[in-house]
Structure formats: structure tokens, C-alpha cells
């Protein structure tokens, strides 16, 4: 196995894996979601007239609808459905007024999920000098030879990788830098659980970590329950068909970049 994946999955199951993980991504729930002061005003309304179309109509403009309901999305999609259905409205409204106002105004201002948050996490943690170099921008980092991490947005880093080392997957990074006179490059995730859309960001990991003819080293920076012992299939994954894959933690990401 991969020497640094094995690391990782020691550091998770022996040591305080989590609360160090907490200096990575700290998922603290942001606060409630702003809600237009004009377009409650008129969901009161409708409200309390019994409007159905104009309640369900204005609720669909919200950035979080107050069900979670299947046919909610294609409504969001085509509003003009909510005139052609109307048994349909009728179900969804027949909830909306049994759960009553306040509960719809909670429901429609709750933070959003902390799992769609921590995108930006890493990026910050980097800026934090956390692997020993302050990230740098565009300009610096293609003057210097010193080790080096570039700080830069999603399009500037798939240019710069795709320019200089042929790296032609459409699919953005999340960390670029230059160690020992070599390139690091890779994504960074934190999978929250199993399933569903956290496997989709565990395969989008490992599709660019196998990019071919990439002019550099490329990394998987995973965090989460892939390192849990056990049958779940991403442990399986990294343990056999993934086992000489660079895949592993941020925790030990420094100490990999230092002998490349």
C-alpha cells in the first residue's frame, strides 16, 4: 500500500484524527439564509388569501423551497407547470398551510447544508501557511524557485497546469505547488459519509489523480470516512485497486511534499 495512504489511515484510526481535522474544515453552520423582505411580504399574502398559485409561485423564488418534495424542482424549472397541475398545487399548499407561516419562514431561512460549505476550507488552510510556504500568486510563483503553493482561483490554475504540464482534464484544482524543483498537483475533499453524491466526489478525485501524461505529481487529498477499517467501499477502494495511488490526508500532505 501506498505509504501515505497507510499513514492516513493510521492517523485516522489511532491518533485525534478528527479534532485535527477541525483545523482543515471547520464546518461551522453558517447563519440563517436572508429572505427578500418584498417577496415574504408577498408570500404572506397569498398566504393568508389562500392563493394557492401565487403561494407556491413565490416560494419557488426563494433559494430553499420549505418541503422537500420530488415534483418541487421541476416546478422551480417550469413555472408555467403550476397552471397546468393543479392537483399538485393543491397537495404541496395543503402542507404549506398545516405547517403554518412561522414554520415555513424557518424552514426557507435554515442555513445551508454544511457539506455544500467546505469547499473553500482548504484553500484557507493553505493560507494559513499551514504547509510551511505562504501561497503565492501567479507572477511569483512562475518567477521563483524556491518551494512554493499558488494562490489563485479555479480558471487560473487549470490554465496555468494546462499550459505548462499538460494537464487536460476540464476539471478544476485545488492545489498547485512546487517542492523539491517538482510539481505537486491534485484535489482536495472532504467526504462526509457514503453514498450518493460523496461518492461523486470521491470518483471525480481519483479521475484526475489518473490523468495521463501530466508533467507532475499528482495527489488525492482525502479526508473523512474513507479511512474508517471496515467493508465501505471507498476503504476497499484505496486499500486494493487504489493502493499505489498517492491518495491521503491533508494532515500528512506537508510531510509528503517535503521528500518529494
Not at 485525534?16 to 477541525?22: H, I, N, P, R
Not at 447563519?31 to 408570500?43: A, E, H, P
Request: aromatic share 12%; net charge positive; charged share 25%.
Amino acid at each position: 500500500m501506498n505509504y501515505w495512504t497507510k499513514l492516513s489511515i493510521d492517523y485516522a484510526n489511532q491518533r485525534s484524527y478528527l479534532d485535527d481535522l477541525f483545523q482543515v474544515y471547520p464546518t461551522i453552520p453558517e447563519g440563517v439564509r436572508d429572505i427578500d423582505k418584498s417577496l415574504w411580504t408577498k408570500i404572506e399574502k397569498a398566504f393568508q388569501q389562500k392563493n394557492n398559485i401565487d403561494l407556491l409561485g413565490n416560494l419557488l423564488k426563494l433559494d430553499l423551497f420549505p418541503i422537500k418534495d420530488s415534483y418541487v424542482a421541476y416546478l422551480k424549472r417550469d413555472k408555467s407547470a403550476l397552471e397546468r397541475n393543479p392537483a399538485t398545487v393543491d397537495r404541496l399548499c395543503g402542507r404549506l398551510y398545516e405547517m403554518g407561516l412561522s414554520t415555513i419562514f424557518s424552514r426557507c431561512s435554515e442555513p445551508k447544508e454544511t457539506n455544500r460549505q467546505i469547499g473553500p476550507f482548504f484553500r484557507r488552510w493553505l493560507n494559513k501557511k499551514s504547509l510551511g510556504v505562504q501561497p503565492i500568486r501567479l507572477h511569483e510563483f512562475v518567477k521563483t524557485k524556491d518551494n512554493a503553493v499558488l494562490d489563485a482561483g479555479d480558471a487560473e490554475m487549470m490554465a496555468f497546469a494546462k499550459n505548462h504540464l499538460n494537464y487536460n482534464r476540464n476539471k478544476g484544482l485545488d492545489f498547485i505547488g512546487r517542492f523539491n524543483g517538482k510539481y505537486v498537483i491534485g484535489e482536495a475533499k472532504f467526504l462526509t459519509d457514503f453514498g450518493g453524491h460523496q461518492n461523486a466526489q470521491f470518483n471525480d478525485a481519483i479521475s484526475t489523480l489518473q490523468a495521463k501524461g501530466v508533467n507532475a505529481i499528482i495527489v488525492a487529498v482525502l479526508d473523512g470516512v474513507l479511512y474508517i477499517k471496515g467493508n465501505n467501499k471507498m476503504f476497499k477502494e484505496v486499500t486494493t485497486d487504489l493502493k499505489d495511488e498517492n491518495i491521503m490526508s491533508s494532515l500528512v500532505l506537508r510531510e509528503f511534499l517535503y521528500q518529494v
